[in-house]
C-alpha cells in the first residue's frame, strides 16, 4: 500500500518467516496464475496445490515455476502424501515431486491415523530431501483427535524438523478446531500454543470471518493458510487494519474519541408481534 497513513501496522516482507500467507490452487490456467502473481503475487508466500489441481491438461512443472521464479513456494495437498503412504510408494511420492521441482512437502494424517513417533519418523527422513511443512488434525470434525494428542504431535513434529506446523482446517473450513462454518474454538487454540510458538504455527482459515479472528486474536503477522485466490486483497486490506472488521486494532483512543458511530443495542433483536 504506496497511502501514507499513520498508526499502519508493519507488515513483514518477501521473503518472510511471520505474517505468511497459504493460498489454495483448485487447478488455475498457467495464464490465470501469471495474472493472479501480477497483482498479488508479493502477497504470497507459499501456495498448496489440490489433488484437482493434478488433473490439468496443463504441464504441473511449468505451473510450479511460475509460482517459484515469483518468490513463492508452491507443494502439494498432503492428501497426496496420504495416498503414497497408504500404498507404501512414498520414495515414489518424493521422485515425482523432485521431478516436477517441488522444493516442499505437505506431510499430512487428516484422513489415514498415523502414529505421532511413525510421522516424526516420515518427517525426520523426508527433511532429508525436501523441505516439509506438517500438517496437525483430522479433516473430518467428525473424525476421533483426542485434546492430549495435541502436544505429542507438535513436539514430536517439530523436533523431527518440520519448518511449519499447519493446523488443520478441514474441508470448507470445518474441524476440529473451527465449530462450524465461521466460530473458531479459542480454548483449543490456546492449547495448542501451549506446546509451540505463535510463529511455528500455519493456522487454516478458509473464511473472511475466520482469519478475520485470527487476526484481531494475534495481530497482523499471523501465519495463515487455505485462503482462497480471490480474497487476497481482502485479507491484506484486513491485515495493515484498513477495512471494517480490524479498522480500530491499531488505532489510538486519543485519535478515535469521541468519533465513532453511536451503536444501535437492539439492532439484532428479533420484535414478534
Same mark, same amino acid.
Given at each position: 500500500m504506496k497511502l501514507k497513513l499513520s498508526n499502519i501496522p508493519d507488515r513483514t516482507d518477501k521473503p518472510r518467516t511471520t505474517g505468511l500467507t497459504v493460498i489454495q490452487d483448485e487447478g488455475l490456467s498457467l495464464k490465470s496464475i501469471e495474472d493472479?502473481? %501480477? !497483482? %498479488?503475487?508479493?502477497?504470497?508466500?507459499? !501456495?498448496?496445490? %489440490?489433488?484437482?489441481a493434478l488433473c490439468s491438461a496443463e504441464k504441473l512443472t511449468n505451473r510450479v515455476d511460475t509460482y517459484m521464479q515469483a518468490g513463492i513456494s508452491p507443494f502439494l495437498s498432503g492428501i497426496m502424501f496420504e495416498a503414497a503412504c497408504v500404498r507404501k510408494n512414498i520414495n515414489g511420492y518424493l521422485d515425482f515431486l523432485k521431478e516436477n521441482h517441488f522444493d516442499y512437502i505437505e506431510i499430512s494424517d487428516g484422513i489415514i491415523e498415523i502414529p505421532p513417533s511413525e510421522k516424526a519418523e516420515f518427517i525426520k527422513n523426508t527433511s532429508k530431501r525436501i523441505n516439509v511443512l506438517s500438517k496437525i488434525g483430522a479433516k473430518s470434525k467428525k473424525a476421533l483427535f483426542p485434546?492430549?494428542?495435541?502436544?505429542?504431535?507438535? !513436539?514430536?513434529?517439530? /523436533?523431527?524438523? %518440520?519448518?511449519?506446523?499447519?493446523? /488443520?482446517?478441514?474441508?470448507?473450513g470445518t474441524s476440529q478446531i473451527i465449530t462450524g462454518e465461521i466460530d473458531i474454538k479459542d480454548n483449543l487454540v490456546r492449547h495448542i500454543l501451549n506446546y509451540s510458538g505463535i510463529d511455528d504455527i500455519i493456522w487454516e482459515a478458509p473464511h473472511q470471518e475466520q482469519y478475520i479472528w485470527f487476526i484481531n486474536k494475534f495481530g497482523t503477522n499471523v501465519n495463515l493458510g487455505d485462503i482462497n485466490p480471490e480474497d487476497l486483497l481482502k485479507l491484506e486490506s484486513q491485515r495493515l487494519g484498513i477495512n471494517l472488521e480490524t479498522f480500530l486494532n491499531n488505532i489510538p483512543e486519543s485519535l478515535i474519541k469521541g468519533k465513532l458511530r453511536e451503536t444501535d443495542p437492539m439492532v439484532d433483536v428479533d420484535f414478534q408481534i
Open positions: 493472479l502473481i %501480477s !497483482v %498479488s503475487g508479493h502477497l504470497i508466500d507459499f !501456495v498448496r496445490f %489440490s489433488p484437482a485434546k492430549d494428542k495435541w502436544q505429542e504431535y507438535i !513436539v514430536a513434529e517439530l /523436533e523431527a524438523g %518440520s519448518r511449519k506446523i499447519i493446523i /488443520e482446517g478441514g474441508e470448507g
